[in-house]
């Protein structure tokens, strides 16, 4: 049985950082790109970062762009995402999925893998 699961999550002041991880299983995970995907109250799922299978090549939304890190450790089949200066709009529910869950850039919970989510909330 596939599941990732992540964590990490948790209520955080402006300016402050938080470290989410997803813990994978039931795939080979080190064949896999990866992603972290968001979804803000009321809105739709948005990309955030993806990693190549090796850890070698990542990529990132532009906003993230200087304050979002994504790693991987496939040794121990988990993927991370150091989120630094947190702002109040980065609020929202985080997911880590197999990067094949989109089609064109439009991402679904219908395609691939998914985790749970985990929440971040920022404010003072």
């Known amino acids: 049985e596939v599941q990732l699961v992540e964590s990490g999550g948790g209520l955080v002041q402006p300016g402050g950082s938080l470290r989410l991880s997803c813990a994978a299983s039931g795939f080979t995970f080190s064949n896999y790109l990866m992603s972290w995907v968001r979804q803000a109250p009321g809105e739709g799922l948005e990309w955030v970062s993806t990693?190549?299978?090796?850890?070698?090549?990542?990529y990132y939304k532009d906003s993230a762009k200087g304050r979002f890190t994504i790693s991987r450790d496939n040794a121990k089949n988990t993927l991370h995402l150091q989120i630094d200066s947190l702002k109040t709009e980065d609020t929202a529910v985080y997911y880590c999925?197999?990067?094949?869950?989109?089609?064109?850039?439009?991402?679904?919970?219908?395609?691939?893998?998914w985790g749970q989510g985990t929440q971040v909330t920022v404010a003072p």
């Open positions: 990693i190549a299978p090796g850890g070698d090549m990542t």
């Open positions: 999925c197999t990067d094949d869950s989109h089609v064109g850039g439009t991402w679904t919970f219908d395609l691939g893998y």
